[in-house]
């Protein structure tokens, strides 16, 4: 069967709602992969794609799903969701499924890693799509049988079965631009999470899928896999061009899990993003790994528009083993002083509550933090999001269960009304250990009479100082 209309949709990805506010979030990004797949399926002649329907703007969600689909009637609804949100998801697909048992059912997005007992649970999802998800959905919408479609989860005889692995897209450049002109309130109801923003027309955009690396708190190889594969520079340069003609995009972040990964086609990038190539010039900035920087690539990054770097330093003790068995101490130091060098600002993110966390080893991550001294630093308490080796090693210890607590997934940090409570413990933290030392991880970084000071001094207009305002009102209820 052929699929010709559909409809894309994502819910709420705040998470306030557990701490009685609004499960909107306040800092929305652009769901780029269902506008991939809008794109994808755009390619379509026969194929009407609907405005994706996006959760951020909806007072209801599940209402809301439930409107579109009456008046538009789809034949697919596919939804996209991560862990922390996907009850949301699966109560719209039982509400999609009253309205017309005849719609298929889809859901794809890193909550796919749980696909077994996902669809256990909720009895009226037909499918679900691991892994990239272009291929796929291209498929279903044309009417091959799901039984022969690669990358998929799917009902057969009664069971829950997979079908046969699929491998990832080689040719990044074959993808389209994600169908922007789908997003509800685009670009100006999307905004980046702070401090990475100066106020001008943002969008997020990735070059690059796939990470070699095996972080023990990430389960990226469960989404774009372990090759790296990265459009050309070519095409990104071209894509930044249509965002900016069309939308009038100004500044950039890169999502990339490591975005300096390929040296040689990131330095091609930087030369082709400076001012006097690309045309116009660009405010952007990005995410990579301490160990793939060095001072000329980080030059060039400054020269094309980079404005931040931020990094996943993760501990001041264990950083070695935690990020795949090749970063050190020494190359957080050297990477956060040469960016600094460059005159670009840097965000440093740390963990707490590591299985083998004591208080002592803690100590160490804030001192560390605070010697390093990024621009900006993050501590969250680790959590064991599915598909990550400290998830599999927590439910093999009974520390967490397979089971429907999924919206207690939340990455834990400041700024939703206080510290998340934690899912994972450790043998010599409990919950309220785990938040104590959060609060005062940022407590002591960010009300350092050194860091107040230096902040002061960089006030270049009111906008500054609000934003510095804002801060630190936002910290010092969050961690009070």
Not at 217 to 230: A, H, I, P, Q, T
Not at 296 to 324: D, P, V
Not at 401 to 421: C, H, N, P, R
């Amino acid at each position: 069967m052929k699929y010709k209309q559909i409809l894309l949709t994502r819910p709420p990805t705040g998470s306030n709602a557990l701490q009685g506010g609004s499960d909107a979030d306040p800092h929305p990004q652009p769901p780029l992969g269902l506008a991939y797949l809008a794109g994808v399926l755009e390619r379509l002649s026969d194929v009407n794609v609907l405005d994706i329907l996006d959760g951020n703007f909806s007072e209801n969600y599940v209402y809301d799903v439930k409107m579109a689909v009456k008046k538009h009637n789809p034949d697919l609804v596919g939804f996209s969701a991560f862990t922390p949100f996907a009850n949301a998801a699966l109560e719209a697909t039982k509400t999609v499924k009253e309205i017309n048992s005849e719609i298929l059912t889809v859901l794809g997005g890193p909550h796919a890693v749980l696909a077994d007992v996902t669809m256990r649970k909720c009895p009226d999802l037909d499918v679900i799509v691991y892994d990239e998800g272009e291929e796929q959905i291209e498929e279903i919408v044309s009417g091959k049988p799901l039984d022969d479609i690669a990358g998929l989860f799917i009902r057969k005889d009664g069971k829950i079965v997979p079908t046969s692995p699929r491998s990832y897209i080689d040719n990044m450049d074959s993808l389209p631009y994600p169908a922007y002109h789908k997003l509800p309130h685009f670009p100006d109801g999307y905004h980046p999470h702070p401090p990475k923003s100066t106020g001008r027309k943002w969008c997020s955009i990735m070059w690059s899928r796939g990470c070699p690396f095996f972080c023990n708190y990430c389960n990226r190889e469960n989404s774009f896999g372990l090759k790296f594969r990265n459009q050309s520079p070519e095409y990104v340069v071209d894509h930044i061009r249509f965002l900016n003609s069309e939308y009038g995009i100004e500044e950039l972040t890169f999502y990339d899990d490591v975005m300096s990964l390929n040296r040689k086609a990131t330095m091609t990038l930087m030369e082709s993003m400076r001012k006097e190539n690309l045309g116009f010039e660009i405010s952007w900035d990005a995410e990579t790994r301490v160990d793939l920087v060095d001072p000329e690539l980080l030059y060039a990054m400054k020269k094309a528009g980079c404005r931040m770097i931020s990094y996943g330093i993760e501990h001041g003790e264990f950083i070695h083993e935690i990020k795949g068995g090749t970063a050190t101490l020494q190359q957080a130091e050297d990477a956060v002083r040469w960016t600094h060098n460059a005159k670009m600002d840097t965000v440093g993110y740390f963990m707490i509550g590591l299985p083998k966390e004591t208080p002592k080893t803690i100590r160490t991550t804030i001192d560390f933090a605070k010697k390093l001294d990024c621009t900006y630093a993050q501590f969250a308490i680790t959590m064991p999001f599915p598909g990550n080796k400290l998830y599999d090693e927590a439910i093999k210890s009974g520390l967490i269960q397979l089971d429907d607590t999924w919206d207690k997934f939340v990455y834990a940090g400041v700024g939703s009304g206080g510290i998340q409570a934690p899912v994972l413990t450790t043998k010599s933290l409990s919950a309220k250990d785990l938040e104590y030392w959060a609060k005062r991880a940022y407590r002591e970084f960010y009300f350092r009479p050194s860091y107040i000071i230096k902040k002061i001094l960089r006030i270049r207009s009111l906008e500054d100082l609000m934003m510095y305002y804002n801060g630190y009102k936002m910290l010092k209820k969050d961690t009070a």
